[in-house]
C-alpha cells in the first residue's frame, strides 16, 4: 500500500479556490487511480474526482463538474485538486485515496489506502 498525506485545506469564502495536495509514498509503478473523496459532517463519504494514474483519463462527481480539476505531478509524486468556484455546502473533510490497477470506480471500499484528510471550510 502507498502512503498518503493531504495539505491545503482552510478556510475560503464561497466562491474562492483552494488547491489541494496529496504526497505519495510507497508508489512503486504507475498502474494506481487516485482520487479525492469528501465526507460532511454527518454524511457518507462522497467521490469527487479520480484520475487513472498511467492514462491521465480523469472522472468527477456531477456536483463538481466544471469547477474542480483532479491532476498529477508524476515528478514529485503529487496528486492535486484545484477547486473553484467553492460553495458553503462543500464544507467538509477532503480525502485522498488510492487503488492498485487500471480500474476507475467511485467507490469508497475499491480505494485501499487513504489519507488522514484535510479540512475545508467555505463560508457564506
Known amino acids: 500500500q502507498v502512503q498518503l498525506v493531504e495539505s491545503g485545506g482552510g478556510l475560503v469564502q464561497a466562491g474562492g479556490s483552494l488547491r489541494l495536495s496529496c504526497a505519495i509514498s510507497?508508489?512503486?509503478?504507475?498502474?494506481?487511480?487516485m482520487a479525492w473523496f469528501r465526507q460532511a459532517l454527518g454524511k457518507e463519504r462522497e467521490f469527487v474526482a479520480n484520475?487513472?494514474?498511467?492514462?491521465?483519463?480523469?472522472n468527477y462527481g456531477d456536483s463538481v463538474k466544471g469547477r474542480f480539476t483532479i491532476s498529477i505531478d508524476n515528478a514529485v509524486n503529487m496528486v492535486y485538486l484545484q477547486m473553484n468556484s467553492l460553495k458553503p455546502e462543500e464544507t467538509a473533510v477532503y480525502y485522498c485515496?488510492?487503488?492498485?490497477?487500471?480500474?476507475?470506480?467511485?467507490?469508497?471500499?475499491?480505494?485501499?489506502?487513504w489519507g488522514q484528510g484535510t479540512q475545508v471550510t467555505v463560508s457564506s
Open positions: 484520475i487513472n494514474w498511467r492514462a491521465g483519463n480523469t
Open positions: 485515496a488510492a487503488r492498485s490497477g487500471p480500474v476507475i470506480t467511485r467507490l469508497v471500499r475499491e480505494y485501499s489506502s
Open positions: 510507497g508508489r512503486t509503478s504507475s498502474n494506481y487511480v
